[in-house]
């Protein structure tokens, strides 16, 4: 079965440059009996935190100028990217959750790129990038709570037909769909703006790829 994100017209044209890739893993397996490549890139990725990078530094600026374009400060509400990097350097190191998690989360800071993961089994429908009516369900966590907000009006969001899994393009991603150490079938995206190249891309979900 087919799993194509759609873009919505109004993202194409209020951002030309944006690209992505899609990601499809099915009847995954945890189990990593040698996780050398993981680790290895885990470690590859905490040491390029601490050092500039033109082309990642770049590549981020860009997302910053996309979030303040529908009305987020990106410095209080960062792409994943950015806020994952932030965090290394904060922390010296990355967050473990799962081997699969982890694993595009070092590629992302690695690459700075944003990356995101769905549970296929918990997604409806298929996945749309679109502007934000106001009213569309996501469901959250607040003070150890389970609660449901709402977008603002304009802003980017990831949707199924459930409701929004991803508020602010890719900065939170929602409870209902996450991936955890159960996931069995998921769906990666790999997103860009205009500095990040296609072939860079395509290095970046080849990395990934290899690691799962």
Not at 48 to 73: I, M, N, S
């Amino acid at each position: 079965m087919s799993f194509t994100p759609l873009v919505a017209p109004e993202i194409k044209a209020r951002y030309p440059d944006f690209h992505l890739i899609s990601i499809v893993v099915r009847n995954a397996e945890i189990d990593v009996p040698d996780a050398q490549a993981l680790n290895d890139t885990i470690a590859a990725a905490e040491q390029a935190a601490l050092r500039d990078d033109a082309q990642r530094d770049a590549h981020l600026a860009a997302w910053a100028v996309a979030y303040e374009a529908f009305g987020t400060k990106a410095n209080r509400t960062p792409c994943s990217a950015a806020a994952l990097l932030k965090r290394v350097r904060k922390d010296g190191s990355l967050p473990r959750i799962s081997p699969l998690v982890d694993a595009y989360n070092a590629v992302s800071v690695l690459y700075g790129v944003p990356i995101g993961g769905e549970d296929l089994d918990l997604y409806q429908g298929v996945p749309r990038l679109l502007i934000a009516k106001g009213a569309e369900p996501f469901d959250t966590i607040q003070q150890g709570e389970m609660v449901t907000e709402h977008p603002e009006p304009g802003e980017v969001i990831w949707c199924d037909d459930a409701g929004v899994t991803c508020r602010r393009w890719n900065w939170r991603q929602g409870r209902r769909t996450m991936v955890t150490v159960h996931t069995r079938a998921m769906w990666l995206v790999l997103e860009a703006l205009g500095p990040m190249s296609a072939k860079q891309m395509t290095a970046t979900g080849e990395h990934l790829m290899g690691l799962i």
